[in-house]
């Protein structure tokens, strides 16, 4: 029964992502430059598929508007046929000699119903002609409410922008070496109670099977209580590191990769931010300083530059 | 006095989900397969019955704009109605020799005012016709105000798609067996700080007494970071679960219920998500390992088969 | 410094609910029935004492309507007296000849612009008037944008309806007393993750200065996964409770309070739900039983009758 | 290796607040008046700078009703020149005879498509003009779409008024004395489960370099449930407290600064409310205690009077 209860108890302890064990393939990450998972679904429900609200709220601003307007021509288009085939006498104020502006004018028509301008100068007669245009009305109604809807929840959907430097790196750190990286909040607004957290993966091979490990890694400092400047996030490489003894070589050789966590709050609505980011094996700089991006103005402010985020100087390690 | 405080301590250690001891039907489910509660209100006020807002908020698309449409049909009737009261010949543009097509000559009024989208060809004169157009458009825009705050209601409401597996299942796992079943989010937009609870309840008969106890089982991993892929919830039936000892027959006898609820958040709007399941006894199958669902495709990506979420093989447990 | 360090730490230990300790009023409640606070704030500033939104978003929906009403109907007057100042010849379409009629048809055509039906009429000709009907459109179409705002901000509001039984009871309870009051959710949507906090609250003469002393109270259940059905909460009243000894004579005599907090999470909307209640001293009944709530339909569903949530029997405490 | 973890622990130990070692200028402050950090972004992306959500947001009411009227009149410029640009023949209704008010007319006719009042006295024919005005209705449609997006935004923005004493003060309490501060909630609706942290800072030189450090100050009561009055926020100063010893001159030496966050939830919406402010060592009165605030109105409610927030007596501290 001891036996039963080591390897349950043993399996319980070992860290877990979500991702599992059988991610192995040689040189795939698992987080993509953007913070998304590098997995695809297949065989969703169409409905789950189509995520309809989701896209329209992801989608970019120039996507969006162009399909605002595909979808208001496509329904004048559609209006303005069915004014056609009920019959054009039954507008009123259309020009019945000039055959060829005529569908034009059921289109315009169409346009000026959906919108609710309701000009007057064509105007529907007729029982026919009346109703659609009151169902037109309706539709344009429920359009513009369903726009308003997705308009603010795009912009109400929050939308940090947090940058990473481009690299991460190993950088003498009091008598030891670290793991760091630096993160900068490049808007204005004020982020608050921001934690990180470190994962670091790699796959090990043991009895010929090759499996996907997760290891924490402990940090100097995993929340702070404000944001205002660059954050440089350090895991000191000790003797109880699961990075103590790893080079440049065996990371590569193990497809490792360092996954990053973080989650804070946005001081203007109160909204809850959450990143991903992650820095694969080839991504990561030996023997690096990260530059100072905080300077002084000599008044009575300090000054962030978020240019230089990215910018580090080699120096040599600790031994 | 020792054994007051031991009586009451005991009864403070009993584990209880909400639903009491007394729900001890043979037979009938505390939650039902759409992660509802079996308990039906009697005696509620009008206004909490009807949780008029609520009710629109989660009836499906389809009623929802049937409602729209019929709300927008008994106005106009009503306006009509009330213009064909105060007399055809307030509104100017109207036909007065076709006593036929009056009636709907007021009602098209209404709907172009209801709209807003006053074509002018028909349109009010005198004070009692001017007026109520002016509190119909009021009304209109009113109504349209209030169906955009529901759309985006309904919009915005989280609305997670997790799949269960049909079937939970007791595996081999390591050197002993375990209670398993396995959940995937459908939708392509990612959840992260996933969190799952199991709870295993069954009727007890103590004394003649039927009562319903409630017990905790401890599981492999009861919270991820992501959820990207599949997820195997394990609770290994080692010597000090409750599950142990326990059979097929002896789990209906004492109508056994397996109550989960998952806890996560939707990155895209940083909402909660809240997802409650259950498995009755029956719908557990013993001697089963589930298949595989996660793919590679041969490139960088991995492929998440969600139509084998269902699928298992039959296979012997351990002793 | 031991002295100092033992008023610090005994001081630090005193339990406050955020009222201190200095309202010893005889007979004042702290909390009203409706979980408000009994204090009255003077010396705001204006914006922080009209707090208009706020305002907006919790009058009843009858003085919602009124208020909407009377924009409506100030906005047209303003307007009308504007267009009647400019002079009516520059409204085309108003019978000039009729001066008794004019200004009506001057409020008419306010009311056409401002809702943005505009007939056509009546139409402004001029700079002048077609200015002032720009504005006006402009000012309609921003109005019913604020309105679209309230609307849905009383919509979205949480509101749960959450009732607490008229009386708390001293109740036996295994083989000592408790103080018992129970809850029910009135409304058929789910909440979860309710928990309960109960505080009580006497004032205390020592050295004859009066103030106001808070205790709180260990529940046999603070917190239940789900909320399903009715809830009594229970503190069991043993030797280290503060209300042992306590009588319903002592109790009146030091204006004792039972105060509450409850939370949760409405599932619909992943909303918090926060509740506040308390029991004078004068609402508890001593020596009493609640009357069950759940029936059994005989099928397979359980029935919970709001109706009884008030429903106690008078039984004899244990000694 | 001792040394190593040695050297790591110390480092992982020392408090910071998100702000670094390296803010050390005489007399500038972490954090000013209205809660901001004390930090300017330079190098941002074009997109992060304007941050235009944010801005519309936050922006005074005045300045967005002025922004809203801007923009109305640049729109109704554009497509007036647009449509004068078209030729004036294709808008039905205008005088032609009068070159000077044409294109005031095509100004007006421009307002009244934007804004879908469209009363037909001037009215589009022709494909050109018919296409402009339903590319304008449609735009002003999106236009008022986006500004109930905005306007929703800013209404439903927490906006908490929570109001600091001018001055912290330093106040015998106890057998010793007291960092001491108040806040009250000026608004009138409530603020539950209000928590508050209070950092100490001040610059130290060591070895010649000026770093900066931060003592967090343990307090009286930092969380209370309620918050329907004042709270004086009381920091003991004992024996182990970082501000025993300093006076008034070694304050001002070391540049020290008091920063609190404050954390809590506005009942109306569940919304969270966060709050910062700062005292500088200059506004730190030492020795004083403040008046108090809540009065009784002799009837059965407890008066809160805001405008002695600030007030306090000069008393001798104790030894």
């Known amino acids: 029964m001891k036996k039963k209860d080591s390897l349950v108890e043993k399996e319980r302890n070992r860290q877990d992502l979500g991702f599992g064990t059988k991610m192995t393939d040689r040189q795939t990450r698992l987080i993509t430059g953007a913070g998304q998972f590098n997995v695809k679904r297949v065989g969703q ?3 789950a598929w189509l995520n309809l609200y989701n896209r329209l709220i ?14 208001y021509l496509v329904l004048n ?4 046929s069915l004014y056609y085939l009920i019959g054009m006498e039954h507008l009123a104020g259309v020009d019945m000699t000039n055959t060829h502006s005529q569908f034009w004018d059921a289109f315009f028509f169409s346009a000026q119903s959906l919108t609710t301008v309701g000009y007057g100068r064509i105007a529907p007669v007729g029982f026919a002609a009346s109703f659609v245009a009151g169902i037109e009305a309706l539709s344009g109604l429920m359009m513009f409410a369903i726009i308003t809807g997705l308009l603010y929840g795009r912009f109400s959907r929050p939308n940090p922008r ?9 950088a003498p750190y009091l008598d030891t070496n670290a793991f760091m ?15 990180v957290s470190l994962v670091f993966s790699k796959v090990e091979e043991k009895n010929g099977v090759r499996s996907r490990q997760y290891y924490g890694l402990t940090l100097e400092r995993s929340k702070v209580n404000f944001f205002p400047t660059n954050w440089t996030i350090v895991h000191a490489i000790t003797e109880d590191s699961p990075l103590y003894g790893e080079t440049a070589e065996s990371l590569a050789e193990s497809d490792a990769e360092f996954m990053i966590a973080t989650e804070g709050i946005d001081d203007t609505f109160a909204d809850a ?17 990260f530059k100072p991006m905080l300077e002084n103005d000599g008044e009575e402010r300090y000054i962030l530059d978020l240019r230089k985020i990215h910018d580090f100087d080699l120096v040599s390690l600790n031994p």
């Open 181 to 195: 990286f630096r993160m900068v909040n490049e808007k204005s607004n004020q982020i608050i109670n921001m934690s």
């Open 162 to 170: 947090i940058l990473f430097s481009r690299n991460a790196i190993i």
């Open 58 to 71: 992801t989608v970019r601003w120039s996507g969006f508007f162009v399909l605002v307007l595909c979808v």
């Open 273 to 289: 931010v959450h990143k991903r980011h992650s820095y694969f094996n080839d991504e990561l700089v030996w023997g690096a300083k």
């Open 77 to 80: 288009l559609i209006f303005a």
């Open 45 to 47: 429900s169409f409905e």
